[in-house]
Structures are given as C-alpha cells and as structure tokens.
C-alpha cells in the first residue's frame, strides 16, 4: 500500500530545478508562493527564514490593504499568508480580509476565503460573527458548490450563539434534492447536536428522515447523531433495534452500491458505526442482543479477508459480542478472533488483541490463561506502547496472589516511562493494587514508598490521603495495627537519614504525619533525634510551605523532655518572626505547647483514640461562659457578615482577613483533624455564640461523591490470615507451574510462538506461573460481570466510616474542588422527569395572578386547621387576645373576606386576624400575596351604633418598606359599617419574622380623640416566591452569591421518594421552585420579592436532607433554612 | 470522533493542519510540538498507535511524510489508520502519483480534498470517486472562469 507515494524527496532545491519531475511540473516558476517556497528551502539558518518571512508578510499587509487588489490576487494573497501562518508566523491583519474575500469573492476566491478563515480563527474570535451573515448568503444560493462551502465551514467553526439564526436554513436543506447536501446539513446538525444539543431539540424526527433516506451517504451521516443520542439513552431507542440489524444485515450482504466499497469490503465505517450502536442497545438487555446475534455470526463470517480494514471490523465484533448479552457460542468465535489478533507478527494486530483482552478478561479470565505466554513476551516488548497495554491487562487480573510480580512489573514501567500523564494513571493503579491485596507489611510500606517517590507531586491528591488513612484507622487486630506502623517509622526514619532532600514534597508531608503520630511506637528511639531530622527539613531549599507546616505539626506532637524542647524552641524561633502567616502560627503553636507539656497532653492525647467523637458543633457547652460574658458586659455575637458590614459602613480598614468561602463542615472539626495542620487554624476561626450556631450546626458534610474510595467494602474479614502465610507466595511454587501450562494447553491447543533459548523459556514459564497465579482455580467462568473479589488484606472498620471521610476530607478539600463539584453535578445531568417534581409549568401556574385554588387551599388549609405555626402563633395581637376570642371571630372573619379589595381576591391571602378590639372600633388584617410585594389589608370594622370621625391610621415598620394604596386613609367611618385599608410591603433586610407597628386615632362624636395600637407579624415566608431559572442558570448563580448556609434538615421517609416528597412539601408551603431533581440530590430556587434571589441545594445524606444556601443578600439563607425546618416540622 | 491530523515530514516541518475541534493558537502550538517529538522518536517496527492525554495518535508515514491523526479513546485505531490511507489515496488520485512536493506548492487542494472526505470531525465520504467528481467539479470552474492558462494552480 506504502507503493502510492514511494517518491522522496532528499534534495528540494535541487528537484525545482528539474522541470522533467512530476512533482515539479506543476510549479510555476512565475509563482509568487512558488518562489517564497523555493526561497525559504534555500535558507540556511532559522534566522534567515524569519527576515524573509517578515519581509513577505510585510509586502502582503501592503497589497491586501490597497484598494486596487482584486479579489483574485486576494486570493493569491490569502493562500501566502496561511502558507506563513503554517510555519508559525503570526499574520492577523490578514483575518479581516480572509472573511472579506469569503464575503465578496466569486465561488473560488470564496472557497479560499473559507479555508483562511477556518485555519486563522476559532470558535470564539470575535470577527467571526462577521461570517454569519455571508454564511446565510451562501445557504441561500442557487449555486451547489456555495451552499457545500457554507455547510462545510458551519460544522467547522461557527459561533455557538448564533447557531439559531442559521438552523432553519440548514434544517430545511434535509430535503434538498441532491444528496451530498442532505449528507452535510445532517452532519453539520451533528455538529449542533455536539455543541449545543438543547438547540437541534425540537427535530429529532427529522434525524428519523435522515436515517430512512434512500442515499445510504446521508443514512451513515445520520447514525452519527443516532450514535450519540443512543449514548445517552439507550432505553430510548430501543424500537430501532430491528431497523439497525436489517440496515448491518443488507450492508454486509453487500447490497450496497460499489461506491461504497472500500477495498472490496462493504462499507466499512457503516459496519462498524453500527457494530457500536448494537453493542450499547444490547447491553444488558437479553431480549434486544436476542435479534443482533445472526447479523453478528455473519458478521464475523464474512470478514476473513486478511486486511486492515477486516480486522477493525472483527475488533468491533469482538467488543460487540462481549458486550451485550452473551451467548455461548458467539464468545466461542469471538475468543478465537482474539486469539488471532494476538497471535498475529502483525504488531498493530498484537496491540489491538491485548486491549481486546483487557476488555474481556474480566469476563473470562481463562483466555489470558491460554494467552500467557503471548502476554509475557509483550510485557518485555521494546515497545512501551504495546508494553503500557499488558500492563493494563495485567491490572485487570490482578489477585492476591499475583500482586506482587505484577506491582513489581507496573513500578519497573514506571521508572522508565517518562510521561506525566502515564505517571498519574499507573501510580494511581498500583496504589489500589497495592491497598487491596498487600500481601504484608514491608511489602506494602515499601511499595507506597515507591509510589509516594516516582508519583511525586503529580499524583492524584487522594493516594497520601487514603494511605494515611489507613494507617491512623488501623484494622481489627490492635497488634497488627502496632506492626504496620512501626514498620513506616522505621523507614521514614532511614529516608530521612538518607537523602530527603530528594523526595517530593508529598511524600515528605506523609512521613512528618507519620513520625509525628507514631514515631513513639519505637522505643528505642529519642523523640530529640526525630525532631532534629524533621527540623532538616525546615532548612530545606526547596520544601514548600506547606511542607513546613506539616513539619511543624510533627514537631509539635513530638516535642518532650529537655532536648527535645530546646529543639523545638530554636526552631520556632526561627520561624516565629517567618513572613508567611501560617508558619508563624505554626510555630507560636510549637512554641507555646512545648512550654506546657500538660496542656500539649490535652490538646495532642498521644496515640489517641480515633473513634468518631461525637461533637456538639452548636457548641452548647459554652453557654454558661457566654452568658457569663454578656453579664459582663460583652457585646453580643455577630455574624461574621455582619461585622464585615458594619466595618465597611465605619470606614475603618478592615483587620480581618476575607472570610472564608469555604463551605467547612462544622462538624469535620473532629477530634482526627488535630492531626491535619491545615484544619487547625480554620477550626480556631471558628468560635462564636451558641445560639447563634443553633440553627447552623447539625452535622453537614462536604461532598464527598466524588472522591474515590479505594478500598470501601464494609463488613469484617472472618479471621486475619497470618503474615507467613502470604509470605509463601512470592516466590511461584515450581511444582504448581507446570500443572497450570497443562491446564492451559489442553484446553486449547495453543502454544506459544516464539520459542528462545531453553534458560530463558524457564525463566518466561516461571514468571507466567506467578503472574497467572490465582487465575487458574476461578475456572468457572463467570460470564456477567466480575468475578468475585478476593479478600482484601487491609479492610477498613466499618464503625470508623465518618471519620475516615472526613479527614480525607479535610486534607484535601479546597473550595475551588468542593464547587467545581457541585457545579458538575449540578449541570451535566439530565432531567429525571418525575411528572408531578420538577416541571416548571406547574409551578408557574400556582403563582399566575388568577391564583388557582391549588395555592389558596394550601395557605387557607394550613392556617384553619392552625398548623402552621409561623402565621398563628407569632401573630402577636397587641390586645389581649385569648385563643377562644379568636374562635368567636372566625364568623365574622368570613365576613370580614368579603371587604376584600376585589383587585386582591383572586391572590393568595392569609386567615384574617384580629389585631386589636374596643368598644367602638374592631381591626383586623391579613396579608395578600402579590408578585411583587405582599399587601397589607386592614380592616376598620366600626362596631359601636355611632359613626366615627377623624380616622387617622399609620403603618409603620423597622423592617419593611411600607406604603399606602390605593386613595388616603378613610376619614369617616359610619356605624356598623367596614373600611379597608391597603398596605404594600416589601423587605429591607431579611429577618425570621417581620413586624409591622400601626396606630389609628379616631373622634367619637361624643368623646374626644382615641388611640389604638396594634402589631401584626408576618413570617418571612410570604415575602418567598419561586424563581424559575433553569440549571443552566442556576449553575452560574450559585457560582456568584457569597452568603451560604449549611444545615441538615428532617427528611420526610414514609414516602417512596424521599427527595422528592421532602421538596414538594417545601414547594407547596414555602413555594420554593424545584429546579430540578437529580438523583440523590435536587436544587431549588427562590427570591425574596422579585430582586434577591436565594438558591438551595439539597443532598440526601445519612438519612437526612443536607441543604447548602446561597444568596447575594446576607442573612436570607439563614431565614430561610428556619423556614424550611418549621415547614417539615409541622409537616 | 477526530480531534486533528497533522502532515509533517521527516524534519518535523508542518505540511498540513486540521482541528476538528476548537483550539486555542497556544494548544495548537504544544500540539504540534509534542506530536512531532512524538512521532519522530518511535522506533521503524513498532506500532502505529500512541497515547496522548485522553486521545489516541494514530500515525502512518508514507514517503518522506508523517501523517498524525488523533482520534478520542473509544475509537477504533485500525479504522483511523484506513482513515489516513484513504486521504492518501484520494490525494494520490488527484495529484497522480503524488509527492511530498505537490502538497507544499499546492496544499490548499489538499484541504479541499480533505473537506470533501471528511466533515466535523467525521467521515463525510468514502468512496474515491465521489470525493473526486466533486473536486474536479470544482476545478472545471476555476478553468472556465478564470481561464487559467496552464493547467496547474501557480
């Protein structure tokens, strides 16, 4: 095949010359581009090519610029610059004439313009939007080779926004006569699909068209939309199983034209594309992979010519078959076929055979069986491709047994294996292996060691935070427990003797934890002499800082008796005048404690126990010094918020330092942190007043979904087996190997290859006997999903699950991390459609002006029936009012409702109350929800026989912004007769519950002027309305408010769903808007009034709701949180 | 789906870029210099195949041309390298017997074909004919527009 192009060309300048060359013969001489090549192959130095570069780019910036270049030398023009641009000269000035000769040209100079415009810019350059326009010129034009242009460059490069303007026209090109139109809009509809799927929503039936149309082009075209949707929703097109397997089935009878055969095989990216939407449909759904499996059989059949192409469609098969439902015989084939591959002197072959097998041997670890000495020779392959590759199969096969050849093999790739992105992976992987099947101490101290040593700083954060967890957890057995610790003192301290200078900086934050938890575990050793070593750490040139911390909270759990002491007092010294604040902490901290052993005892219990403490994070136990201190004469807690704001409005310099974003748990404070030196000082930020912390505390914790877990299966291991059990398996048992081979090869009569010389067989033999080791006695093939695990040498206690999270947590958590967490879950799910949750409709319609019956059954009920607390029992009426008073009002109240303002009667309102009473006058009031405000109506109900003069009301409150509506206050009352009053309110400043003070006055014809007084009390809850936002929209809310809460709430559990109930009796009482509900979690959104928006988001966690605020406006989510526990209260 | 092909020679020369993806001037830049590097440095009998980052390079050298194509991991590398051969043919069939030389001095036809085979990242066209007739359909009009005198482009 290489035969097409078998010309080289050595010697360039010499070749121009040579007009007879066919190469050649195509170059003008005459042409300019033609002689600024052939000028620059005759340069010798990179600086001389740069001068003629610039001199040129300098000339064409002249020509393009003059107004009497015509479009064709544009177009000569344009092809030199992209012809410098390649070789990395930037030419921008040309751009904007790029789009122009795109605009203006005539078809060819056009195509050229196209062309520069989609090398020299990207998605997002702003002069793009200047393409808009003439690409909806050329969709429009009668000239096909226009419009091909135009949907070409539109799946190249086009702005995502502005995607709208020109969908219609695309769209309408699906029924374009020709088809190698139809076949571009479909993909440059795929291309929409990728970019922004929301937008091609509405004509996925018209991708139906595409793929049922008569040109099998545009029907290939089409599967790659069906592909991707197919991706995400298999369940959703299963109907057109049937239609892809006929589709496979016609293909590979070959029905289709010649046109498409590629090498005399039937159309095969058709073939395969297929293959891959089989193997998603099929997966796990037995009575779907029931129709694929003849159209697989005959694939495979009919693909035996030995050709590239043959073997990437066998490979498709292959997967295809393994992945779906499996039937026996198929895999019989499908095994074979890989057994091919791998067999095959073909080296590309080889490496597609052992990823074949990666994918399988999960399923059927007997098949690397019969390939084991295949796969050995490969892991020895010069080739670190085809070696990385083996290394991935042999992870998969990984047991108790073989883990430490196979983590011998992984780290000996690694030492030789130079790229970063490798590193990470393969530490990562050896870092499980190692944690999961650890066959005993040493071993797996020294192969952390390595991990800790090669991954250096690269690694993923989470291998030093699982390991020490593991070792401050412990196992069941104490000794144990004892042994694995010493053993890390033990060579942490002959590292540290060695070079420490040389190790990463998170290896040696892992080693100050450790000496400092457990260097007491050895008696022999002076705790001065272990400070003395950690303290050469401090002189390091290159530790970071954060290193140093870790140094110090070391030294400070370490320092005792006298040497010791002086030590640590040097150091701290040293450090204390540092110009980084936080070793300057540090080393006060060390200062202090090491002064005062008693209280170093208290603070740093050695050895401590590490079970859960419960911590009473409302901080309880300081009440008595609080109100202590406030009889004092201190001034009462504020919010940190507050402070900042009255800071502000003083003008003063703000001292303190920005408050922390972030979200700390309180309850992460546990006792494990001390050991964390990057807790301390947040937990030292956090003090404050009991009652303020009430409604905050609870036991909130930071996400955790997405860290990974290396080794989380619960439940004790029955008996710990002994350390010289598992000693025995590393050295391969030479009895065993042979058995093994005989197993192999005579269940399939395969042998290997290649045979060298005798010595280096055995050795091969001897290294598959241990590599294989363990894989031979699971011999029942398990044919759906894993095999059983093994049992796992260190197994977490299951009791220690909390604490265990949460100092992995508090190790790691940045807030960038937490964020960009939440806002992934947050925006990439798709919608879960629970018909009566999430869709915004109905909320919308609760809260239209007409006010359905829906919502005023639900303010109305709650208040009847006097269950909702926030409405009743804070309406303090400033009258004395006993609860009967109250009962012998409900008739009158119910005539009370037809005063009504007839502008609020469709609109949610409250239960009249009544606010204060005399012998002549009687007033009541309720609150009426509006959109945009909450209206206070008063009624003046005049109950004595003589008519009332001089009425004179006023309505006032700290809180709210009060205004009157609607016409002054009512002057003249007559007897027996109601007036109302109108009231709009909204809020300054978020409180729980808001109060609204008024006096009226009024002249009795007889007595002179009289005064009443009243309050009414409204909670905080019917200043709520939803806010519809969308996911999108919430994502980059969340993202900009500032002021977040943290609080578990009750979760409603006798319902099916707990979520979901537990948001739709928020919905209902509060009228939160559920955004959206994904999973375990949902998000919710709300403003106070129209402008200050509050948004929640809620995780079902422990069998509680974990909710998280944010808003822009301080204190609204503190309000609200209290709202919500009274709604689920009384729920 | 493809993410880039790159053509460079043996000296790490660019010949030809696509990115099917959008990419920023400075990514383009490293790209282009590690794919070299990359490329460069393999070995003669090892295999076409390399891992950068998440993708898969596929490589294949023809004459005294590299040709670099990276594709996302689920994709099939057998398939891509038919990928890269067809370009190769299709340039073959329209330069006749075509040469390191034909793509410097005439490298925006070699966009044209490719835009004609592949679109958005995706196979467009397969068959050599089709992909052609719609080439020389457009060259026709250069010729009776422009009158060009010789026959070809410069």
């Known amino acids: 095949m290489s035969d097409v192009v078998e010309k080289t060309l050595t010697a360039l300048p010499s070749l121009l010359s040579l007009d007879s060359q066919p190469g050649s013969a195509k170059l003008s001489s005459t042409s300019k581009l033609g002689s600024l090549i052939r000028g620059i192959t005759e340069l010798t130095s990179k600086h001389e090519e740069e001068k003629l570069i610039q001199r040129e780019l300098l000339s064409i910036k002249e020509q393009v610029a003059s107004p009497n270049t015509t479009m064709r030398q544009m177009k000569e023009l344009m092809v030199r610059t992209i012809y410098c641009e390649m070789l990395g000269y930037e030419a921008s000035f040309s751009y904007i004439h790029a789009i122009k000769l795109a605009q203006q040209g005539s078809v060819l100079e056009k195509r050229v313009g196209y062309l520069a415009v989609s090398l020299f810019l990207n998605e997002s350059h702003e002069l793009l939007l200047l393409l808009v326009n003439t690409v909806l010129k050329d969709l429009q034009s009668t000239n096909l080779i226009e419009v091909c242009m135009a949907l070409t460059v539109v799946s190249q490069m086009f702005p995502k926004d502005m995607i709208p303007a020109i969908l219609p026209l695309v769209e309408e090109k699906l029924n374009h006569p020709k088809e190698i139109i139809r076949r571009k809009a479909v993909l440059a509809l795929y291309k929409f699909y990728l970019i922004a799927p929301n937008q091609v929503q509405h004509i996925h039936n018209k991708f139906r068209k595409a793929l049922c149309d008569k040109d099998p082009g545009v029907m290939t075209a089409s599967l790659h939309i069906y592909l991707q949707m197919i991706q995400e929703n298999p369940e959703g097109y299963k109907d057109l199983t049937g239609s892809f397997v006929t589709i496979l089935k016609q293909v590979v009878g070959g029905k289709l034209p010649m046109d498409f055969n590629y090498h005399s095989v039937p159309a095969p990216w058709l073939q395969i594309q297929l293959l891959r939407i089989l193997s998603l449909l099929g997966k796990n759904d037995p009575s779907t992979s029931e129709i694929m499996y003849e159209v697989l059989d005959e694939s495979l059949r009919r693909a035996g010519m030995n050709h590239n192409i043959t073997y990437a469609i066998l490979y498709e098969c292959v997967k295809c078959i393994y992945t779906i439902h499996p039937k026996s015989d198929l895999l019989e084939k499908a095994a074979k076929c890989i057994g091919n591959f791998v067999l095959s002197p073909k080296i590309n072959l080889k490496y597609l055979g052992l990823k074949a097998l990666t994918y399988v041997v999960q399923q059927d670890p007997k098949l690397a069986l019969q390939h084991q000495m295949t796969i050995i020779e490969c892991l020895d392959h010069p080739d670190l491709i085809i070696k990385r590759e083996t290394l991935e199969l042999l992870f998969r096969i990984t047991n108790a047994q073989n883990v430490t050849v196979i983590v011998e093999k992984m780290l000996e790739f690694l030492r030789i294996s130079k790229d970063d992105h490798n590193t990470i992976d393969l530490v990562g992987k050896v870092a499980e292996l190692a944690e999961k099947y650890a066959p005993d101490n040493e071993w797996f101290i020294e192969t952390m060691n390595t991990v800790f040593s090669i991954g250096g700083d690269v690694m993923q954060p989470d291998i030093p935070n699982s390991f020490l967890k593991l070792l401050s957890e412990g196992f069941d057995s104490v000794e144990e427990d004892r042994k694995l610790r010493l053993f890390a003192v033990n060579s942490y301290i002959s590292l540290l003797q060695g070079e420490p200078g040389k190790l990463p900086q998170r290896f040696l934050q892992v080693i100050s934890w450790v000496l400092g938890e457990y260097s007491y575990l050895k008696e022999d050793l002076e705790s001065a002499a272990v400070l003395r070593l950690l303290a050469k750490l401090l002189d390091m040139k290159n530790s970071s800082s954060e290193t140093k911390s870790w140094v110090f909270m070391a030294m400070t759990k370490l320092c005792e008796g006298t040497a010791g002491v002086s030590v640590a007092q040097e150091v701290s010294e040293t450090y204390s005048s540092s110009m980084d604040t936080v070793l300057r902490q540090r080393a006060q901290e060390l200062e202090h404690l090491s002064q005062d052993s008693e209280l170093c005892a208290k603070v740093l219990p050695r050895g401590g126990d590490r079970e859960h403490v419960e911590v009473d994070s409302s901080l309880s136990f300081l009440d008595g010094f609080v109100s202590e201190a406030l009889a004092a004469g201190a001034a009462p807690y504020k919010p940190p918020h507050q402070r900042q704001e009255e800071l502000a409005q003083a003008k003063v310099l703000s001292l303190e330092p920005y408050s922390l974003s972030l979200p700390i748990s309180m309850s992460s404070c546990s006792i494990t942190d001390r050991q964390s030196p990057t807790l301390l000082s947040m937990s030292s930020g956090l003090s404050g007043d009991s009652t303020d912390l009430s409604h905050k505390g609870g036991s909130t914790t930071l996400k955790l979904d997405g860290v990974k877990r290396v080794w989380g299966r619960e439940g004790y291991l029955s008996q710990k087996e002994p350390v010289e059990e598992s000693a025995q398996v590393e050295v391969p048992s030479p009895v065993r190997s042979p058995n093994q081979q005989e197993e192999g090869d005579s269940s399939h009569s395969q042998t290997p290859t290649v045979t060298p010389t005798l010595g280096c067989e055995q050795e091969k033999q001897q290294l598959a006997s241990s590599l294989f080791l363990g894989l031979s006695t699971q011999s029942p093939v398990c044919l759906m999903g894993k095999s059983e695990p093994a049992p796992q040498r260190f197994r977490r206690k299951a009791k220690s699950l909390n604490t265990s999270e949460q100092i992995s947590n508090s190790l790691i958590s940045s807030p960038s991390a937490v964020d960009n967490l939440l806002c992934n879950n947050l925006l990439d799910s798709s919608i879960t459609s629970e018909p009566d949750l999430s869709p915004p409709e109905r909320t919308t319609e609760l809260t239209t002006a007409n006010g359905t019956c829906n919502t005023e059954t639900a303010l109305t009920d709650s208040g009847m029936k006097g269950s909702n607390p926030a409405l009743n029992r804070d309406n303090s009426v400033d009258a004395t009012d006993p609860p009967s008073h109250e009962d012998m009002d409900r008739p009158k109240n119910v005539c009370l409702m037809s005063h009504l303002p007839a502008e609020l009667c469709g609109l949610a309102h409250s239960e009249i109350t009544p606010l204060c009473t005399n012998q002549s006058l009687s007033l009541s009031a309720c609150h009426v929800q509006k959109e945009d405000s909450l209206v206070l109506v008063v009624f003046i109900n005049n109950c004595s026989d003589s008519d009332i003069q001089q009425t004179r009301i006023q309505v006032d409150s700290e809180d709210l912004e009060v205004s009157c509506v609607g016409d002054s206050p009512v002057e003249e009352l007559r007897s027996l007769s109601v007036a109302v009053c109108q009231y709009s309110l909204t809020v300054k400043r978020p409180l729980v519950n808001v109060e609204v003070v008024g006096m009226i006055s009024y002249q009795l014809p007889v007595v002179t002027t009289q005064e009443l007084q009243f309050s009414y009390k409204l909670p905080l809850s019917s200043f709520i309305r939803p806010l519809m936002v969308s996911t999108e929209e919430y994502g980059t809310m969340w993202l900009a408010f500032s002021n977040d809460t943290k609080q578990n709430l009750t979760l409603i559990s006798d319902e099916q769903e707990p979520l979901a109930a537990t948001l739709n009796v928020l919905r209902k009482k509060l009228q939160l808007h559920i955004v959206e509900i994904i999973g375990m979690e949902g998000i919710v959104a709300c403003s106070l009034l129209q402008d200050q928006p509050c948004l929640m988001h809620c995780r079902v966690h422990a069998g509680t709701l974990a909710v998280w605020l944010r808003s822009p406006t301080p204190d609204l989510p503190d309000c609200l949180i209290y709202h919500c526990q009274r709604a689920l209260q009384c729920h | ?154």
Not at chain 2, 8 to 15: A, I
Not at chain 2, 20 to 26: A, G, I, K, L, N
């Open chain 2, 1 to 154: 789906m493809m993410r880039f092909l790159l053509l460079f020679s043996r000296q790490g020369k660019l010949r030809l870029q696509k990115w099917f993806t959008p990419m920023s001037d400075r990514e383009k830049k490293k790209i282009i210099r590690d794919m070299t590097t990359m490329v460069l440095a393999r070995q003669p009998r090892s295999c076409n195949f390399l891992h950068w980052k998440d993708l898969k390079i596929i490589y294949k050298r023809y004459a005294s041309l590299y040709f670099c194509l990276a594709v996302e991991n689920q994709e099939n590398e057998l398939l891509a390298l038919e990928v890269i051969h067809r370009y190769v043919e299709l340039l073959d069939k329209y330069f006749g017997n075509v040469c390191e030389l034909d793509i410097i001095f005439n490298f925006e036809k070699a966009y044209f074909i490719l835009d004609e085979f592949l679109m958005g990242g995706e196979i467009q066209e397969t068959s050599k004919q089709i992909v052609n007739r719609s080439i020389e359909a457009s060259d026709m009009l250069q010729e009776t527009m422009e009158e060009y005198m010789s026959k070809p482009a410069f």
